[in-house]
């Protein structure tokens, strides 16, 4: 079969380039390797920048989210009991949307459905051919049988351990990473969010997180480390740690429950350039993994989908600037967006045998924070996202 881009992975991004290419006229074939239901049931992202919320709305599905999505002026970051708001708003005069990344997922989905779209779920074995050619070829296994297809273009947007990465040469590409010493534990609860805000908050015992999916069902999360599991965490010890790290203004007014949902994620920063190997195009996670304390991964995402969606429409009507651009356009943005994942889980994490000096670091960051108002812009800046 032929058609114009295959694009490996069913994810965010490889959905919303499905989409944002058959609004323009383009033909696609998405391959997931898992069904509909494993997709719509991992819980991760939780935070769009306005710029992913313009590109949502551009792709004709931002009608749910911005009737059911919680705009956010600003945040909390603490240090024990200083609290630092952020103003994102009086600050940068931009905001942030609470709106979770199942509910993104499940938007795209019913629109790709509306517009009937090809999603083949369940494929195994993809192998990516022919990209300095003519015209590029993928195989898959679905339902036992082997199949080919034929295209100008793969987008790889199968994630972090996807087959796209591997597919450029390992002496043609080069790979940057910083693994943490640490992974988030994260519940979900329904139970009414303790602050309004997000809280972001650094503690002698560890970092935590409060953020929320609606006004009554929260998301939570606690530093751990990289030995435990699931298992090593019921629910009571859960509360009892988390309380401990938020401010006690705050901790006093924490409203617990059973958890309903709870998984265990490493901390990571990698990137692999370049995102261009002939014919094929790395997006999102297949590229580049960020720690998620300055909730970026899906934000990366969503742009470098903006970028490759316009090159590819561009490069199949004879333009091929923007395919030649590509790579170096998204990756100036994802290093600004590494950077600052990094800054912000440095400024907030405790490091297993750490020093002395480490934590009095962390303690002069937030203190310049609470202090300077042009810190905080700085922060405000690069959460709210960073233009296009
Ligand atoms: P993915 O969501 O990984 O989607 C890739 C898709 O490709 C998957 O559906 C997969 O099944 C499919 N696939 C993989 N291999 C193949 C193959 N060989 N063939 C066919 N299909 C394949 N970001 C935040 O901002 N905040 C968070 O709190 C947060 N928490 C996270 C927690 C976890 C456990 C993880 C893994 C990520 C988290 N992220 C978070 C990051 C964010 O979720 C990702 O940046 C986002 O999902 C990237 O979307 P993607 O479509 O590029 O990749
Ligand atoms: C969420 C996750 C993040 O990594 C973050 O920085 C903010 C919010 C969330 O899951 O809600």
Redesign the pocket.
């Known amino acids: 079969m032929d058609t114009q881009v295959v694009i490996?992975?069913?994810?965010?991004?490889?959905?919303l380039l499905s989409q944002l290419l058959n609004r323009a006229g383009v033909a696609t074939v998405i391959?997931?390797?898992?069904t509909r239901d494993?997709?719509l049931s991992?819980i991760?992202?939780?935070?769009l920048e306005w710029g992913s919320v313009e590109v949502l709305r551009e792709a004709g599905v931002g009608a749910r989210m911005d009737a059911e999505g919680i705009p956010h002026d600003g945040t909390l970051i603490t240090d024990a009991d200083r609290v630092v708001h952020i103003d994102f708003k009086g600050l940068t005069g931009r905001r942030v949307m609470v709106y979770g990344?199942t509910e993104v997922t499940r938007d795209l989905y019913a629109a790709q459905d509306a517009m009937g779209t090809t999603i083949i779920h369940g494929?195994q074995d993809?192998r990516i051919l022919d990209l300095d050619g003519p015209r590029a070829s993928v195989e898959?296994t679905v339902d036992g049988q082997r199949r080919r297809l034929t295209c100008a273009h793969v987008a790889g947007?199968?994630?972090?351990?996807?087959?796209s990465r591997k597919t450029i040469p390992a002496d043609k590409r080069q790979e940057f990473e910083r693994v943490y010493p640490f992974g988030?534990l994260?519940i979900l609860s329904r139970t009414p969010p303790v602050a309004d805000e997000l809280i972001y908050a650094n503690s002698p015992h560890g970092f935590a997180l409060a953020s929320m999916r609606s006004e009554s069902l929260v998301r939570y999360y606690v530093q751990v480390p990289l030995t435990d599991t699931v298992a090593d965490w019921p629910d009571d010890r859960f509360w009892t740690e988390f309380r401990r790290r938020i401010p006690s203004d705050a901790a006093a007014r924490l409203v617990t429950g059973p958890s309903i949902e709870k998984?265990i994620?490493p901390l990571r920063s990698f990137v692999s350039e370049p995102l261009r190997w002939g014919r094929l195009f790395l997006?999102?996670?297949?590229a580049h993994?960020?720690p998620?304390t300055g909730?970026?991964?899906?934000?990366?995402?969503v742009s470098d989908v903006f970028y490759l969606h316009d090159a590819l429409i561009a490069a199949l009507k004879g333009d091929q600037t923007g395919i030649d651009a590509y790579s170096a356009r998204a990756l100036a943005r994802i290093w600004k967006a590494m950077r600052f994942s990094w800054q912000m889980t440095t400024m907030l994490h405790r490091f297993d045998g750490e020093d002395s000096f480490a934590a009095r670091m962390r303690r002069a960051t937030l203190a310049h924070l609470a202090e300077s108002e042009t810190a905080r812009r700085d922060l405000a800046e690069n959460y709210v996202g960073l233009p296009y």
């Open positions: 490996i992975g069913g994810g965010p991004s490889g959905l391959l997931e390797r898992g494993h997709v991992r991760r992202a939780g935070i990344q494929v993809v898959y947007c199968d994630g972090f351990h996807g087959v988030w994260g998984s994620a997006v999102g996670d297949a993994i960020v998620p909730a970026k991964g899906l934000n990366l995402a």
